[in-house]
């Protein structure tokens, strides 16, 4: 469970960075990037404990699939909540067949 809360902080934090200025496209580019690289500089004291607490109880595959399903969780509600975005059904659907690739990335073969 460490590892679910550690990966989720993490991409609010990522989230932030790669997303959060798009609500400010009248600052100066160089702003932007300095800024997000400052809260993305955040998101890899979660990331990397995650990883190192995860692997092990979880394959290197397995800790990345699900960062990024945490990673569409995450952009899905900053999405609606911060950039007032809807998300429409087809966006719904690809993410739910990502979402859908656990199944065979966790499966014992």
Do not use: D
Not at 9 to 16: C, K, L, V
Not at 59 to 69: C, D, G, W, Y
Not at 75 to 87: A, D, G, P, W
């Amino acid at each position: 469970m460490t590892t679910i809360i550690l990966l989720t902080i993490s991409n609010i934090f990522m989230t932030i960075a790669w997303y959060g200025h798009l609500k400010y496209k009248s600052s100066p580019l160089w702003m932007a990037i300095l800024i997000s690289w400052l809260i993305a500089s955040f998101e890899y004291c979660f990331q990397v404990p995650a990883n190192r607490i995860g692997y092990g109880q979880f394959s290197a595959a397995q800790l990345k699939t699900i960062q990024e399903v945490i990673t569409l969780i995450v952009f899905s509600v900053f999405s609606i909540v911060y950039l007032k975005e809807n998300l429409k059904w087809n966006v719904v659907v690809g993410f739910l067949c990502m979402v859908a690739a656990v199944f065979f990335i966790f499966k014992k073969w």
